[in-house]
Each structure stands twice: as C-alpha cells, then as structure tokens.
C-alpha cells in the first residue's frame, strides 16, 4: 500500500499532466523531497518502482544533474484498482481518501462510484461448472453496531443484527400478531402470572456445536439481571431456576400478563454458558450464538455473517451478508454516491399518497432533560416550544422521509389527530409565564437528525430563543435531544422507552416522574386484557404530552431498497429484512 501512494504522490507531484511514457527530467533531491525522506530511501522506493514496472527512471550524468523518469501506469487507472482493493478489503475510509488526495483532473472518483453500483446488492456467483452457487447480500451503513450485546441492546440496527446471531425462547411473529416458539418448544404460566416455565427444544445447537440447555438460559438470564440497560426484562424476577436440562421456571413478585412477550425481545438472548470457554472480551469478538447467521468477521469497517447449515428452524437461503461500515463523515450527499448508499434509512415513497401504509411503528421527538437547571424546568417554557416546533410545518419544510405528524408512540393513533396551528398570543404568553431569559439551550443530535436540528434552531431563534447544536456524544448533559422510538415489540418496546438503562427518558426524566411511570406500568402488565393495558399507556404518553416533557415531531416512513430479483421481502418492525428470509433467483 506504501508504495502505491508513492507512486501517486510523485505522480501527482511531477507529471504536470502529461500523457503516460514521456520522460520528465527531476534531480533526486527533488524526488527526496516530494516523498519526504532522504536521497538514499528515494533511490530505494525508486527501485521498488522500478522493479514494480511503474516507472522507468534514466540517472543523470554527474551530481546535481538532472536525470529523467517516466511514468508508465496511468494516473487514474492505477488510482481506481488501489481504491478497489481498499474498498474490497473493507477500507473504504482510505479509499474515501485516496480519492480525496489523488483523484484531481481524473474520472477515477465517478467510476469508483459507478464500481460501487454494482459491488453493492445480491451477488449470486457460481463455482466452476455451476457445481455450486454462492449467494450473498452486500450493503452499506454509515454508523457500526454499537454493541452485539443484546444485554445492552438501544438502537434498532444492534437488535437488528443480534436477532441474526442469537435466538430467544419465543418470537414475536409480525405476520400472525401472536408469539409463537422459539428456543422453547412450549410455555405455561400459572393464573396470576407470577410463574412462568418454558420447555426448551432438542437438539438446538450453538454455532461452535455444543448443544443449548437450561444451564444456558440461566446463565443468560442471570447474566442479564446484572446490565443497566436490559435488566428491566427480568425486574421482577424473584427466581430463576432449572428444573431439568430443558426445563426453566421464572417466578416473578408481581403479576406479568405478558412475560411470554418480554421473553421475545432481543434483550432475552441466549447466550452460551460461562461464553462458551472463552473470557468476555474475546467472546464478543466474535459472538457465538444458535440464530440463523454465524460471525465469520467483526472489525470497525466490517461485519461479515455466514449462514449457520444447523439453524433449527431451517438453513437460511443466503450464504453470506457482507455489512459494510462506511467511514463516520462519509455524508453520502457530499460525496456523491447517493444512488449507491442504501440503506434502509433512505427514503423511498410508497405507492399512493404516503401518508397511511409503510410508516415506521413508532416516532421521532424532541426530549428535555429536567434533571438539569435551565429553561426547561418551566413547564411553561416546554409548552411555548411545544407551540412553537408545529409537526405539520416540520415536514411541509424538510419533507423526506417524514410522513405524518406524531401526537404519540402510534401512527395510527397519530392518524385524524389535528395538531393546533401556532397562535402567536399563547406562544407569547407561556413565555412570559416562563420568565424566559434568553438563556441559550444545548440541543444535542446525531447526524442523522442535522436538518431536524437546523430546522428546530431556527424556529426558535424567530421567537428569540436561542438554542445550541452540539454533538449526539454530549447527549447526556444537554437540555434536550432529538432521538427516535421504535417499537418493533409494540408494549414491550414502549415499556423500554421508560425503563431501559440507557433510554433517553429514563435518563432525561426525574425520579418522582419515572416511579409514578414504573408504577403504572405495573398496573398495565397486571391487567386481564390488551385494551386496559392501552389505556394505562396512553395515560403516560399523554402525562408527558400534556407537560411538554416531550414535544412529539413526526412518524417515518419505513422503507427499503432491493434488487428486482429479491424475494421472501418484507420488513420487520425495526426496519429491516430479515436475512434468512430473503432469496434470490433469476429465470426466463
């Protein structure tokens, strides 16, 4: 790679845009010099290329002389097979780069691009003779997982990808709108729900072969009671025993009506027994589960998966899902690739008008931080903003893949919702009841919400508040952030918005608000039926909404890109396909 730069550099350096194979006079000191070396490590770099073929170099007769060197790879065509072989290696950072330092008065950037194209999507290749073919998915993000820990699972593209490696002991079926088995085979509970057994299958068997049991389970479940972020799953577990191999009961102290729901989210990961032998650091570099994919590969540019033959639920129809982790600052719009970008983020309208079908099972919202002194501590103030950041306007405005204003967690409880125009008295009126100072406000986002937050600054700034962007890092000690709630387990996600560790809300709101929260929610999982538990949610979510402790924003599309030739397609309530059920197959 080292000497591929040089090349370029002292291309870039000294061809001064002439064609391939003419001799440019240049004395080695001024070779030393462009490579940043000394005259003795540019005669050995100039041998490497020599020997390499790329240059042909003829010495001048004398010291200080000059001697003459003739480029014979073209600038551009070298440029592309090296950010091709970056790319296909994963870098596609330093290829981003390359690009950057080298691609000027070439077309190397624009066929990079269009190579992209076509690298990315389903890729059916067949072995010699067509004795075996190979089928893989290729696709781009531009953040990485945060963790494959689903103890510590938050953002849906990780529980995306956990639910590829690890299994639970039941599943949510989307289709169907019931939960149907998983790891364990049957469940009962007794009739206050305070006792839960589940029957494990046979002959589940992790990827590196040991069979699943109950010691498994255990040990995943005592584990996750000791996690910040996901023990909420089991915070009422009173025991957790085995009894048998295949055999585990859960006796809760309060009653839980939908603890079979709880067991399906992806918190409830089975892991293997003490990491399989290994310590947990080196477990979760390559995490070892029973789902459909195994990890073959786990770096900061790239995740690759491989289909697990033994899945007991059948082997998935893929080979192979290639993730591919472009650099952080890589916005697609800057760099020009958005055709190439993408991913299940990008915005795709749906058949008719787009305001119904297709829209993402949850919203996006603007939260405040009331353990923190500011502005925000008057009620007041939160709901002058509340006025002030008009949904409807919102999305008229920046458009995308915005559809419908939200009044809550649902679209369709959003749907029909009327939401007040602004009225300029009331907004002038909380603020004065506010006693609003100017102080500035600390808005902190992450990109993906950048014209969200511009949108929002500047909407308060026509009222003479002034609010700070600052990086989604400091998201923790600023007054307020723009994040969005998925709820791909319906109740049991809503639940996590409140209680999960690592939640905007269980961090932004005061402990007075998340108990009188947490009691309701026990309330709700007591209840005899879906409907009661509707009512208790819908009081929280209107608690928040009536006290401006949240300003909701707007529900999202759900969308997709696919090859014309991919089947088994739908999406699941995170957002994305899952992998063993997509196919590929081309005919006359």
Same mark, same amino acid.
């Given at each position: 790679?080292?000497?591929?730069?040089?090349?370029?550099?002292?291309?870039?350096?000294?061809?001064?845009?002439?064609?391939?194979?003419?001799?440019?006079?240049?004395?080695?000191?001024?070779?030393?010099?462009?490579?940043?070396?000394?005259?003795?490590?540019?005669?050995?770099?100039?041998?490497?290329?020599?020997?390499?073929?790329?240059?042909?170099?003829?010495?001048?007769?004398?010291?200080?002389?000059?001697?003459?060197?003739?480029?014979?790879?073209?600038?551009?065509?070298?440029?592309?097979?090296?950010?091709?072989?970056?790319?296909?290696?994963?870098?596609?950072?330093?290829?981003?780069?390359?690009?950057?330092?080298?691609?000027?008065?070439?077309?190397?950037?624009?066929?990079?691009?269009?190579?992209?194209?076509?690298?990315?999507?389903?890729?059916?290749?067949?072995?010699?003779?067509?004795?075996?073919?190979?089928?893989?998915?290729?696709?781009?993000?531009?953040?990485?997982?945060?963790?494959?820990?689903?103890?510590?699972?938050?953002?849906?593209?990780?529980?995306?990808?956990?639910?590829?490696?690890?299994?639970?002991?039941?599943?949510?079926?989307?289709?169907?709108?019931?939960?149907?088995?998983?790891?364990?085979?049957?469940?009962?509970?007794?009739?206050?729900?305070?006792?839960?057994?589940?029957?494990?299958?046979?002959?589940?068997?992790?990827?590196?072969?040991?069979?699943?049991?109950?010691?498994?389970?255990?040990?995943?479940?005592?584990?996750?009671?000791?996690?910040?972020?996901?023990?909420?799953?089991? $915070? @009422?577990?009173?025991?957790?025993?085995?009894?048998?191999? &295949?055999? %585990? *009961?859960?006796? #809760?102290?309060?009653?839980?009506? !939908?603890?079979?729901?709880?067991?399906?989210?992806?918190?409830?990961?089975?892991?293997?027994?003490?990491?399989?032998?290994?310590?947990?650091?080196?477990?979760?570099?390559?995490?070892?589960?029973?789902?459909?994919?195994?990890?073959?590969?786990?770096?900061?540019?790239?995740?690759?998966?491989?289909?697990?033959?033994?899945?007991?639920?059948?082997?998935?129809?893929?080979?192979?899902?290639?993730?591919?982790?472009?650099?952080?600052?890589?916005?697609?719009?800057?760099?020009?690739?958005?055709?190439?970008?993408?991913?299940?983020?990008?915005?795709?309208?749906?058949?008719?008008?787009?305001?119904?079908?297709?829209?993402?099972?949850?919203?996006?919202?603007?939260?405040?931080?009331?353990? $923190? @002194?500011?502005?925000?501590?008057?009620?007041?103030?939160? &709901?002058? %903003? *509340?006025?002030? #950041?008009?949904?409807?306007?919102? !999305?008229?405005?920046?458009?995308?893949?915005?559809?419908?204003?939200?009044?809550?967690?649902?679209?369709?409880?959003?749907?029909?919702?009327?939401?007040?125009?602004?009225?300029?008295?009331?907004?002038?009126?909380?603020?004065?009841?506010?006693?609003?100072?100017?102080?500035?406000?600390?808005?902190?986002?992450?990109?993906?919400?950048?014209?969200?937050?511009?949108?929002?600054?500047?909407?308060?700034?026509?009222?003479?508040?002034?609010?700070?962007?600052?990086?989604?890092?400091?998201?923790?000690?600023?007054?307020?952030?723009?994040?969005?709630?998925?709820?791909?387990?319906?109740?049991?996600?809503?639940?996590?918005?409140?209680?999960?560790?690592?939640?905007?809300?269980?961090?932004?709101?005061?402990?007075?608000?998340?108990?009188?929260?947490?009691? &309701?929610?026990?309330?709700?999982?007591?209840?005899?039926?879906?409907?009661?538990?509707?009512?208790?949610?819908?009081?929280?979510?209107?608690?928040?909404?009536?006290?401006?402790?949240?300003?909701?924003?707007?529900?999202?599309?759900?969308?997709?890109?696919?090859?014309?030739?991919?089947?088994?397609?739908?999406?699941?309530?995170?957002?994305?396909?899952?992998?063993?059920?997509?196919?590929?197959?081309?005919?006359?």
């Amino acid at each position: 790679m080292q000497i591929k730069e040089q090349y370029l550099r002292l291309h870039n350096r000294f061809s001064d845009g002439k064609q391939s194979g003419v001799p440019i006079d240049v004395t080695l000191e001024e070779l030393a010099k462009a490579l940043h070396c000394t005259v003795r490590n540019a005669k050995l770099i100039l041998r490497k290329l020599v020997d390499e073929g790329w240059v042909d170099w003829l010495p001048g007769r004398g010291r200080g002389n000059y001697s003459q060197i003739t480029f014979q790879a073209g600038k551009e065509q070298f440029l592309l097979n090296l950010v091709i072989g970056l790319a296909k290696s994963g870098d596609y950072r330093q290829a981003f780069d390359m690009l950057g330092a080298y691609g000027d008065g070439t077309q190397a950037k624009e066929r990079f691009l269009d190579w992209l194209n076509g690298h990315f999507g389903y890729k059916k290749e067949e072995e010699a003779e067509g004795a075996h073919t190979t089928d893989t998915l290729i696709f781009p993000v531009l953040y990485p997982p945060r963790t494959l820990d689903p103890a510590l699972a938050t953002f849906a593209f990780d529980s995306h990808l956990q639910r590829q490696i690890f299994d639970r002991l039941l599943n949510f079926d989307e289709q169907l709108g019931r939960i149907v088995p998983g790891v364990a085979h049957h469940w009962e509970a007794n009739r206050d729900a305070t006792e839960w057994t589940f029957y494990l299958r046979k002959g589940i068997r992790f990827h590196h072969g040991q069979e699943l049991t109950s010691v498994d389970v255990l040990f995943s479940f005592e584990r996750l009671r000791s996690h910040a972020e996901n023990k909420w799953l089991l $915070r @009422e577990a009173e025991t957790i025993e085995a009894l048998g191999p &295949r055999v %585990v *009961r859960i006796r #809760l102290r309060k009653p839980n009506r !939908i603890f079979d729901r709880f067991m399906c989210s992806v918190g409830a990961s089975i892991l293997p027994a003490h990491f399989a032998g290994q310590d947990e650091g080196g477990f979760w570099r390559l995490p070892i589960g029973t789902g459909p994919f195994r990890v073959v590969s786990y770096s900061k540019h790239r995740i690759e998966l491989a289909a697990y033959p033994h899945y007991y639920q059948g082997r998935p129809y893929l080979d192979g899902v290639d993730i591919v982790i472009m650099p952080a600052d890589c916005d697609p719009e800057s760099i020009g690739f958005t055709s190439v970008l993408h991913t299940w983020d990008r915005h795709r309208q749906d058949e008719g008008d787009g305001r119904g079908a297709g829209l993402r099972l949850g919203c996006t919202m603007l939260s405040w931080n009331v353990n $923190r @002194e500011g502005p925000q501590q008057s009620e007041a103030f939160r &709901r002058a %903003v *509340r006025m002030i #950041l008009h949904p409807g306007e919102m !999305i008229a405005e920046l458009g995308g893949p915005r559809a419908i204003p939200a009044f809550g967690y649902r679209p369709d409880e959003s749907r029909g919702r009327v939401i007040d125009p602004i009225r300029p008295e009331r907004v002038k009126s909380a603020l004065k009841e506010s006693g609003y100072d100017g102080a500035a406000i600390r808005l902190a986002v992450y990109d993906k919400y950048k014209d969200d937050a511009a949108w929002i600054q500047k909407r308060l700034s026509e009222w003479g508040i002034r609010a700070d962007i600052q990086s989604h890092r400091d998201w923790e000690d600023a007054d307020c952030t723009v994040s969005s709630i998925v709820l791909a387990e319906d109740e049991v996600c809503e639940i996590e918005s409140y209680e999960n560790g690592a939640s905007v809300l269980r961090l932004y709101l005061d402990e007075e608000r998340l108990l009188w929260i947490k009691a &309701r929610i026990d309330d709700a999982l007591g209840a005899e039926n879906r409907e009661d538990r509707r009512m208790t949610f819908r009081e929280i979510e209107q608690y928040l909404r009536d006290e401006a402790s949240v300003i909701f924003l707007y529900h999202r599309h759900l969308n997709a890109f696919l090859h014309p030739f991919v089947h088994g397609m739908s999406l699941n309530p995170l957002g994305w396909v899952d992998f063993k059920d997509v196919w590929l197959e081309k005919h006359d």
